[in-house]
């Protein structure tokens, strides 16, 4: 039975499936071999259309030269979707583009050479020849692109090289209309209608595109009136983008004569933010921080993904055994950098870098490299009392926690209930024993708790820093938006620095941080902190990144600023960042800033902040001192508001002005100064804050005593007033 | 938040034992200080006196957490530990069980602990003892129930469940909002 079924036999009886496609195969392959044969010996298409050119005349040849860029591209039907990327651009390119184009050059030189034909002399020609060979570029690019499927329909092989290329345009022709009329044309119109009667003859064409190369045409306003109704593709303007900041960088040589560098600039904005998809708005922000360029750089890295970076607890291991054990996961990782013993960049991984064992048994963080730099701007040390104003999802909170092994105290805030989930979660996972999580608004905090060695503010901001990550921003920012996160970091920077204990021995520090690089909301709010309160800038500790601001556009900030940091998605591949270190020098003096004002003007029952009634308690001698020089001023601004009431408001401005900068140049070192500086704006804030402010201040202020401050020097509110009131009737009379 | 009553303290100490045995006396006395439980929310916090002390201002409804939660009192005023007790309890657990690496994840995922899936066994443990489930490697996964005693446990066929669930390390992730 089995004998039957002799495989040998079977074997034998044909070939195989295999072999049968095989040799399918080899026919097809055979096909390509014998016209590569051929192909010397029927003198090179190549040649072929060289020589027919040369028989046409000239005008003919205009034409081509004019008609031709449009079609450049694959030549059948697919055409209007499938392009070739560099063909695309427009005929004033780049120098990158120069380079491509004489490659092109140099294979078909090759070629020619490898064919042995005698074209010899043609290459003699040189320069000339060049331009031709410009248009024979693209043609050999599509007759390589025809290959297998025009070579197929033999009737191809018949015409000659220019009459098939007459009839591919022809039918790109009824194709393409659309394409390039919207393209091409209006670059090339424009550099036609300029260079006039360039295309006389091929070599002029050529020269004219190098020149065009660099100079660069802005569209008039009618062209653009027609972009709105025909958006140009995408490409186009990308090359339009690139040639303009060309012009802008070296607007002297390169400009158009009679064009004015803000007309280069309209024209600009226009085209980012519909190629990055931005609104004209943040555009024009991003313009006033970065050179042109470099905001070209700013946001194309927008448009890629920072890479995953994950910190190593400490608490739990060590970088080097965590290493260890995701690499044997599969997971491909290096370390951050020089600057950081905890951080390991994430390549890539076989498995999901959020969910592994290792994460959950908390051995590791998923945490932006830029967020690591500002707690170790803070430093926070051992034994210490940190508040974390604005925890969430509680990265920050928890490396402070590993710094200071899980000694002191961290107080984590944040005002979200449904935040603070997460950080409950990372803090419970990683091994913090350390933390009081609360759910307070920022701006209240002063009131429920003080005297904290180091305070990190991680302000809520607009986002601008990471555009990557959350891509919505591009568009739903406007002014508003910045100004009232502006507003808000300003009253949680300073609710912060009341948080701080200034007379603490190891701390004092404040870290304010944003995610944005809006000036409005970092160097603005720092320096009117600088102005509010005895605070001043400190270095970072960090060794990179970019400086602050102490100028932009109109504004001139403290020139200490240079000691805060700005970190960047494009030069540092990190989130954009801004980092300031701040330590506090003094309790006592915003006393004289917030608190006397208030009491001396109106009757208010409290001071506005618990902090300045403590310094005032803690050292009421030293607190008169300061004060008393100061009287008669005080007096005098008083009587302004007390005899017209609005008005007053108005006119100390002035002085008030003057008094800042005059601040500024002392270093601010008299309180006197930095009092009357900000007088006018505490009458105002005062006011604002009466009705909420004195009606639950006295609870808070009491109990804010209460913790902090048992000395026993101290002296009791009422008592302290009588004897205020007592001192100013003597000072009067 | 106040300190846990009488019937309370009892409830959640019975809890401990059954996994660390008398070693929660070291709970309490610590040599770094003085820690202390406390009821907020229902749910129990481990913390040293000095944060306790600082976390009095904060005023209650603000009050999301402090310390180390352990776990809480259900409505039926049982206690129930929480994966967030597992810090303190792994290193004092008294009775452990080892999952091989292919078995870690279904563990961490919510599953019970097959026999296929035993690694090691603490010596004698008796049935429903508390136990610790740790991967090869040492690292704690979270902690169930002996369900079979460690002799019974070796004659079990392979897909016969040894350690019932309890809470795995797993639910950081699954469930992160009802974890405090």
Not at chain 1, 25 to 31: D, R, S, V
Not at chain 1, 365 to 383: D, K, T, Y
Not at chain 1, 418 to 427: A, C, F, T
Request: aromatic share 6%; glycine share 6%.
């Amino acid at each position: 039975m089995g004998r039957k079924l002799d495989p040998t036999n079977k074997v034998k009886r044909g070939p195989g499936r295999k072999s049968r496609k095989q040799k399918g195969a080899e026919t097809e392959l055979a096909k390509f071999l014998v016209d590569e044969d051929t192909e010397p010996k029927r003198l090179s298409s190549r040649a072929r259309k060289r020589a027919a050119k040369r028989t046409l005349p000239p005008v003919q040849a205009k034409d081509k030269a004019e008609k031709e860029p449009p079609q450049k591209g694959f030549t059948d039907e697919n055409s209007e979707w499938l392009k070739p990327v560099k063909r695309k651009r427009p005929a004033d390119e780049s120098d990158g583009e120069d380079d491509s184009d004489s490659q092109w050059e140099q294979e078909e030189d090759e070629e020619e050479e490898n064919t042995g034909a005698g074209l010899k002399t043609e290459e003699a020609d040189g320069g000339k020849e060049k331009d031709g060979d410009d248009d024979d570029g693209s043609d050999d690019d599509e007759e390589m692109v025809d290959d297998y499927g025009a070579m197929d329909d033999a009737d191809g092989e018949e015409l000659l090289p220019i009459e098939r290329a007459a009839r591919k345009q022809k039918k790109l022709d009824a194709a393409m209309e659309q394409d390039s009329d919207e393209d091409e044309d209006e670059e090339e119109e424009d550099e036609e209608a300029e260079s006039g009667s360039e295309h006389a003859d091929e070599e002029d064409t050529v020269q004219a595109n190098i020149d065009e190369m660099d100079r660069f045409k802005l569209p008039d306003s009618e062209e653009r009136e027609k972009e709105g109704v025909l958006p140009l593709d995408l490409q186009s303007i990308h090359q339009r983008i690139k040639d303009n900041v060309d012009v802008l960088s070296n607007f002297a040589s390169k400009r158009e004569e009679g064009k004015e560098r803000t007309e280069y600039l309209s024209l600009l904005k226009k085209d980012l933010s519909m190629y990055y998809s931005y609104n004209t708005f943040l555009i024009e922000k991003l313009l006033d921080i970065f050179p042109v360029s470099e905001l070209i750089d700013f946001l194309e890295a927008n448009e890629i993904h920072r890479p995953v970076t994950i910190r190593t607890n400490t608490l739990k291991t060590r970088r080097r055994d965590l290493a260890q054990a995701l690499i044997n996961r599969g997971v491909n990782l290096d370390p951050l950098g020089k600057w950081s013993k905890v951080g390991l960049v994430i390549f890539d991984s076989s498995v999901p870098i959020g969910a592994t064992p290792e994460y959950l048994a908390g051995q590791y963080m998923l945490q932006g490299a830029s967020s690591l730099l500002p707690v170790m701007a803070l430093s926070p040390q051992e034994g210490e009392s940190v508040l974390d104003m604005s925890s969430a999802p509680g990265g920050k909170t928890t490396y402070m926690a590993q710094l200071m092994r899980n000694t002191g105290v961290i107080v984590a805030n944040d005002a979200s209930a449904e935040r603070l989930k997460s950080v409950v979660g990372n803090i419970h996972r990683l091994g913090v024993t350390n933390t009081v999580i609360c759910n307070y608004d920022g701006r209240q905090f002063p009131k429920v708790m003080g005297g904290f060695d180091r305070v990190l503010l991680d302000a809520p901001c607009s986002g601008t820093g990471v555009i990557s990550k959350d891509p919505a921003v591009k568009t739903s920012k406007d002014e508003t938006d910045i100004q009232r996160s502006a507003h808000l970091q300003k009253e949680l920077i300073l609710s912060a620095i009341d948080s701080l204990n200034a007379e603490s021995a190891t701390g004092g520090y404040l870290v304010y941080c944003t995610c944005s690089i809006m000036v409005e909301e970092n160097e603005w709010v720092v320096d009117y902190a600088l102005k509010k309160r005895n605070v001043k800038l400190v270095p970072t500790g960090l060794d990179f990144g970019k400086e602050g601001f102490t100028r932009f556009k109109e504004r001139r900030f403290h020139p200490s600023l240079r000691l805060s940091r700005r970190f960047y998605p494009h030069s540092h591949n990190m989130d954009g960042f801004f980092v300031a270190k701040l330590k506090k020098f003094s309790n006592t003096v915003p006393t004289t800033s917030a608190g006397e004002p208030a009491e001396e003007e109106n009757v208010p029952a409290e001071t506005e902040t618990p902090a300045p009634s403590k310094g005032s308690a803690k050292n009421p001698g030293s607190k008169v001192k300061t004060k008393k020089p100061l009287k008669v001023k005080a007096d005098m601004a008083k009587k302004k508001v007390a005899t017209n009431g609005t008005v007053a408001k108005n006119l100390p401005k002035k002085p008030t002005d003057v008094l800042k900068k005059k601040g500024i140049k002392d270093g601010r070192k008299k309180p006197k100064l930095a009092k009357e500086g900000t007088e006018m704006a505490k009458e105002v804030k005062v006011e604002e804050k009466k009705e909420e402010g004195s009606r639950f201040e006295k609870k808070m202020g009491k109990k804010k005593r209460k913790n902090l401050m048992n000395k026993n020097n101290r002296m009791g509110k009422n008592k302290f007033k009588k004897f205020k009131k007592m001192l100013s009737k003597e000072e009067v009379a | 938040m106040r300190p846990l009553t009488e019937d309370e303290t009892k409830t959640m100490f019975e809890k401990l034992s059954k996994y660390i045995g008398e070693n929660i006396k070291l709970l309490v006395d610590r040599p770094d200080g003085t820690y202390c439980f406390r009821l907020h929310n229902d749910r129990v916090y481990y913390i040293s006196e000095k944060i306790l002390k600082l976390a009095t201002n904060i005023s209650r409804d603000k009050l999301v957490s402090v310390g180390t939660c352990f776990g809480k009192f259900t409505k039926t005023q049982k206690f129930r530990l929480h994966i967030t007790a597992l810090d303190f309890l792994a290193p004092y657990a008294k009775f452990k069980v080892w999952v091989k690496p292919g078995a870690e994840q279904s563990f961490v995922y919510g599953n019970h602990v097959l026999k296929a899936g035993l690694g090691r066994i603490t010596e004698n443990t008796a049935q429903y003892q508390g136990v610790v489930v740790y991967s090869m490697a040492d690292v704690p996964l979270g902690f169930g129930v002996a369900a079979k005693s460690t002799q019974e446990c070796r004659r079990v066929d392979p897909i016969s469940i040894v350690v019932f669930h309890q809470a795995d390390i797993g639910e950081y992730i699954r469930s992160e909002d009802t974890l405090t």
